[in-house]
């Protein structure tokens, strides 16, 4: 017949247990930081795709001729998605580069941001050339 000693059990001591959830709750929380970093950051890419998706809409119908293009600048509003968006259209003469001479055609540059914001928080640059 065996003995046992009171006293010699194995287990985990006070001290064990307490480093064990320190080093768990700096991982949990470097967790939780990351993934609402990832949160902010799509949130941020999904605003600059619909709004490049309005400055493209917006050139295309210059380029399929429902807007007529005025040079100088225009400025408004559209809806994309369930947000309203600010514009702002520039439209100018370039000379293209070319080894020939080459008429000159009309440069069409929309920036694109949110209703909610400053006109310098801009989301997207959309350029497009159109034929005079």
């Known amino acids: 017949m065996r003995l046992r000693r009171i006293g010699t059990e194995r287990g985990f001591t006070l001290i064990e247990v ?9 991982a949990l929380g470097a967790l939780v930081k990351a993934s ?14 619909l709004a490049h998706w309005v400055g493209q809409n917006l050139v295309a119908r210059y380029e399929a001729g429902l807007l007529a293009p ?3 600048t225009a400025t408004g509003t559209v809806r994309q998605a369930d947000q309203d968006w600010e514009y702002r259209v520039e439209i100018g003469e370039e000379r293209p580069e070319a080894p020939l001479e080459l008429p ?6 929309v920036t694109v941001w949110p209703a909610a914001g400053p006109a310098t928080d801009l989301r997207a640059r959309v ?3 159109l034929l005079p």
């Open 18 to 26: 307490l480093v064990a959830l320190a080093i768990l709750a700096v």
């Open 36 to 49: 609402s970093e990832h949160t902010r950051n799509t949130h941020y890419l999904q605003e600059r795709t």
């Open 70 to 72: 005025q040079r100088g």
């Open 104 to 109: 000159p055609v009309l440069r069409i540059e």
């Open 127 to 129: 350029v497009g050339y």
